[in-house]
């Protein structure tokens, strides 16, 4: 089955303890992103990777990294978390980006709470 | 900068229609429409590219306006099941920018 594939899918830390959030697509996807979801904001994106060689800033990138060593993974890694970065974080490929965009597909969703 | 959709909540009855507005201050490549329901993830629904492409799936239909740079979603004789939060996504001209930007959302509730 095809699919996005995030963990954990919740998960409570405290403030300064470092933390990964893992994501994985079985698609072949070249494109892959982070968004967090917080209420009344919508989707805001973090950081976005065009293919293992590529990766770029997305529009709130202050206090997380990221990785792609190979196509199907894209972890998001959070240093030192602090309490403004509880949310709802999505991952989400597809096939191409750019001018050849496709559907996203998005993973199920991690909620982080760092008290 | 994130588009602006509109109107922010809708509630219908089941059968009745709707628009959901969502426009940008930057010319615009493409549209994207999501719908999320509660706890879950967004789920894709249509691509529009510039051009006015007019594009639909079910009873669901969007329009492209390129030199408004604003896109409609219409949903027509709704159902419960299109209750949920509908997304746009905007990708701008440009070429290099390889960014998909989501509006804030659009809660639309359908009742019996």
Redesign the interface.
């Known amino acids: 089955e095809a699919q996005v594939t995030q963990n954990p899918r919740y998960l409570i830390t405290v403030t300064g303890k470092k933390l990964t959030v893992t994501c994985s697509q079985n698609m072949n996807h070249e494109?892959m992103?982070w968004?967090r979801q917080d209420p009344?904001?919508?989707?805001?994106?973090i950081y976005?990777s065009?293919n293992v060689e590529v990766t770029?800033k997305?529009?709130v990138p202050e206090g997380y990294k990221v990785s792609r060593k190979e196509k199907r993974n894209f972890p998001l890694i959070l240093e030192s978390p602090s309490p403004n970065q509880t949310s709802l974080y999505?991952c989400a490929s597809s096939l191409y980006?750019?001018?050849f965009?496709?559907?996203?597909?998005?993973?199920?969703?991690t909620r982080l709470t760092v008290v | 900068q994130q588009p602006v959709q509109s109107p922010q909540a809708v509630i219908l009855r089941e059968g009745e229609d709707a628009v959901i507005n969502c426009s940008s201050s930057k010319a615009l490549y493409s549209v994207h429409w999501y719908r999320q329901k509660h706890g879950e993830a967004p789920v894709f629904l249509m691509i529009l590219l510039k051009g006015g492409e007019q594009k639909g799936h079910d009873k669901i239909s969007a329009s492209f306006n390129e030199k408004k740079q604003q896109s409609s979603l219409y949903l027509t004789a709704s159902q419960l099941s299109y209750s949920g939060t509908y997304f746009c996504g905007t990708e701008d001209s440009g070429g290099s920018n390889y960014k998909l930007t989501f509006g804030k959302g659009t809660l639309l509730t359908v009742n019996p």
């Not at chain 1, 009344?40 to 994106?45: H, N, T």
Request: proline share 0%; net charge negative.
């Open positions: 494109y992103s968004y009344g904001l919508g989707l805001r994106q976005y065009m770029d997305g529009d999505f980006a750019g001018a965009n496709t559907e996203a597909f998005f993973g199920q969703g």
